[in-house]
């Protein structure tokens, strides 16, 4: 049964045709999910005193939003400005929020505590204060006032409107921008696409995965043509041991590409995942998916051979094997 409604969510994400009662009851179930949003839109925004900086997208699943995060904070971070993230924290522990992370709190923890997308974030970007707040307002209300920060930079925020922001950047994963064009939960928008017309910047992902970026241009140029959409894709960084943070060795890397690895993930677009792991190369003899943010089957994780796995689902592995690799990714312009 759990194989079975893995498949059916799969193919709502993929815009794949779905059995007739289905298709109709998931139809039948979208007006519900756009009460919420209709009310919030007609709230009026909360403002700081600081610059606030919205990553988030239109879709579910996931659009490649914690590299442009990573990249933002540490822009800031380097033109020495104090910066918090502020995230709800999804698929994490109850803690009492707003709950500001201790700068000391280990990656694992963290992961647990607050997420693994923030503790990624730590990972990459030390020095940026993490805020876990489902009420974003609280959250940056202690950021600016008992903090001091300057920039605050919202993560998966653009349902959450409660907040003004001086900046609202939409991110669109080129690769399965919009899958069947239905709203949630027969497809993967969580808003219709008139929505992009709240974006002060759009921004494509992955698109050297894209089937057709002119057509996913011209259907954006449409909706927003006064905005300038930003084109990137996800580079590969550097290869690191899960069990001690270690970079893979050069001579162990070309054994992976002659032997082929096991691809272990719970992301939101597992197949682009597996996609740039084969762009490299790299041959994925099997392509372990788990629903994103889930725990990782341990069962996964006994395989033998190389097994290689996002860096945002590292964050979250106990006891990892030693055979168990991570991949970095990086945000590059693809007109570069």
Known sequence: MKSYFLTLASRVRLGEPLPLLWDVLLRVLTPVTRMGMAHRLRQTAVTVDAHVVSFGNITTGGTGKTPAVIERVKAELA????VAVITRGYGSERVKEPFVVPPALELATVARQVGDEPALIRLHAPECTLIKAAKRVDGARVAVSELGCDVIVLDDAYQHV????????????ASNPFASGHLVPRGILREPLEALRRATHIHLTRCDQAQDLEGLRAQIAAL??????????HAPGRFWYVQNGEEVEATVLEEIRNVGVTAVSAIGNPEAFSRTLQNMGIRVGLAWCCPDHAPIDREALERPGYIVTTEKDAMRIVDPPANLIALEIVLKDWND
């Open 79 to 82: 033109q020495g400005k104090r």
């Open 224 to 233: 927003v043509p006064h905005l300038t959409v930003r084109e990137s894709y």
């Open 162 to 173: 409660a907040l003004a922001r001086d900046e609202n950047h939409c991110l669109i994963d």
